[in-house]
T-cell receptor, first 115, second 119 residues
Framework: AQKITQTQPGMFVQEKEAVTLDCTYD???????LFWYKQPSSGEMIFLIY??????QNATEGRYSLNFQKARKSANLVISASQLGDSAMYFC????????????FGTGTRLTIIP | DAGVIQSPRHEVTEMGQEVTLRCKPISGHDYLFWYRQTMMRGLELLIYFNNNVPIDDSGMPEDRFSAKMPNASFSTLKIQPSEPRDSAVYFCASSLELGVRLSSYNEQFFGPGTRLTVL
């Protein structure tokens, strides 16, 4: 079974609209962390936001927020007021277990913002 | 504040040749990771080190791949002999020890990657 599933290969969104990128995960470990990274066309991987399995509140970082639904094992990334510079690949990743530094990545979603 | 540095940025080589990719992690970071990204397989962890010691190399594809970290500021990923299916972007990343950070997580900081093409 896939550890991280991103079901949207590509999305097109009008500039200034909000967008939700889906991510579901599979783990039996009660201690885990979920990360979102952005990869623009230049290729670098940029960390966006983190959600820990024991965190009581959904994570937020500026225009990024994470809709964490633990029972459904989903950790969707929400980008508010999208901008042209948000066009990129977005990857969801998971780290399982305390003390384990290994990240497992999803296949990514290519987001295109339309002016 | 320099980020993770990788060299070369691009490498084109012929099948059978030895390839060495280099990485300089962020100063003070305790963990170093090597990833490979391809269209077919996505982003995969190859190996990671903690304080220069390899911790998990289960992602290394086969014996043709080897990685070393002789000191805290340098690591190499070597492919010998290289094959066309090794063509990919190879990323190096580094992070701090969890307990060192004030926040409850330690994100990995990625280098710009090395685009390897094996003809």
């Amino acid at each position: 079974a896939q550890k991280i599933t991103q079901t949207q290969p590509g999305m097109f969104v009008q500039e200034k609209e909000a967008v939700t990128l889906d991510c579901t995960y599979d783990t039996s470990d009660p201690s885990y962390g979920l990360f979102w990274y952005k990869q623009p066309s230049s290729g670098e991987m940029i960390f966006l936001i983190y959600q820990g399995s024991y965190d009581q509140q959904n994570a937020t970082e500026g225009r990024y927020s994470l809709n964490f639904q633990k029972a459904r094992k989903s950790a969707n990334l929400v980008i508010s007021a999208s901008q042209l510079g948000d066009s990129a690949m977005y990857f969801c990743a998971m780290r399982e277990g305390f003390g384990n530094e290994k990240l497992t990545f999803g296949t990514g979603t290519r987001l295109t913002i339309i002016p | 504040d320099a980020g993770v540095i990788q060299s070369p940025r691009h490498e084109v080589t012929e099948m059978g040749q030895e390839v060495t990719l280099r990485c300089k992690p962020i100063s003070g970071h305790d963990y170093l990771f090597w990833y490979r990204q391809t269209m077919m397989r996505g982003l995969e962890l190859l190996i990671y080190f903690n304080n220069n010691v390899p911790i998990d190399d289960s992602g290394m594809p086969e014996d043709r791949f080897s990685a070393k970290m002789p000191n805290a500021s340098f690591s190499t990923l070597k492919i010998q002999p290289s094959e066309p299916r090794d063509s990919a972007v190879y990323f190096c990343a580094s992070s701090l020890e969890l307990g060192v950070r004030l926040s409850s997580y330690n994100e990995q900081f990625f280098g710009p990657g090395t685009r390897l093409t094996v003809l």
